[in-house]
């Protein structure tokens, strides 16, 4: 706010203000974001607490998830604790991997007397035995592919990350192959980042190449009975 007055020795300066915005609802502050993860097949549970968010009181009034993909299985005060509710959300199994984003809603009145709609984003993720990120594609862009070339080439690389979909998936890398078009164009390394959980796949481009475009498989290869092959 810019003050302009007949004070004679400061006839303007400026007030700088400052606010928080308080929702009524949070989710405990231990929890960074609600997510349902695990493996595809098998229901996921996420279970977390919501807390009085404002100096305003709490009556909750009802509750839902925005469609039927989820639902909420258990939503009751936490002993002990006036201000705060215990949530328990649930997604039903399906049988392949699968990610959604739903929003868990409360309807609420508060001391003020006003009622009020709080919705907290949630993400659902049904995971494939090994996960690999990212999926699908790999692409080295044209202003990275112009460092190869001349005197002082500095290669280029990406990186797949294979991680364990849920608790108590254990695999080992075995191999990667390459198409033939790919053979001497890119290098390939494997490393171990959790023992039997996470494995990085480096791919490197060291030298530059006449061809404008080249497209090609790579296949990661696990000792993974239902992905034995990425």
């Not at 919705?119 to 993720?125: G, H, I, K, Q, T």
């Not at 990212?134 to 990186?159: H, M, T, V």
Request: net charge negative.
């Amino acid at each position: 706010v810019q003050i302009i007055s007949n004070d004679t020795s400061a006839p303007e300066f400026s007030l700088d203000l400052t606010g928080d915005i308080l929702s009524v609802l949070e989710v405990d502050s231990k929890l960074r974001k609600v997510e349902l993860r695990g493996l595809a097949g098998t229901e996921l549970v996420s279970e977390f607490v919501l807390k009085q968010g404002s100096h305003l009181e709490v009556e909750i009034l009802e509750s839902e998830v925005s469609s039927g993909n989820a639902r909420v299985d258990r939503f009751e005060p936490v002993e002990g604790e006036p201000g705060s509710w215990s949530v328990r959300l649930v997604a039903d199994a399906v049988d392949r991997p699968l990610i959604f984003n739903e929003k868990f809603k409360i309807a609420v009145r508060t001391s003020d007397g006003q009622e009020r709609e709080v919705s907290f984003p949630f993400r659902v993720e049904h995971n494939a035995r090994v996960q690999a990120t990212p999926k699908g594609q790999l692409k080295f862009i044209p202003r990275e592919i112009a460092k190869l070339y001349g005197p002082n080439p500095q290669p280029i690389s990406r990186a797949v990350l294979l991680n364990a979909g849920g608790e108590g998936i254990r695999f080992n890398v075995l191999e990667v192959r390459l198409d033939e078009n790919l053979e001497g164009v890119v290098k390939t390394e494997v490393t171990e980042q959790r023992p039997g959980e996470q494995f990085a796949v480096h791919v490197r481009i060291e030298e530059w190449q006449e061809k404008r475009q080249m497209i090609g498989r790579m296949t990661i290869v696990t000792d993974d009975p239902e992905c034995g092959e990425i």
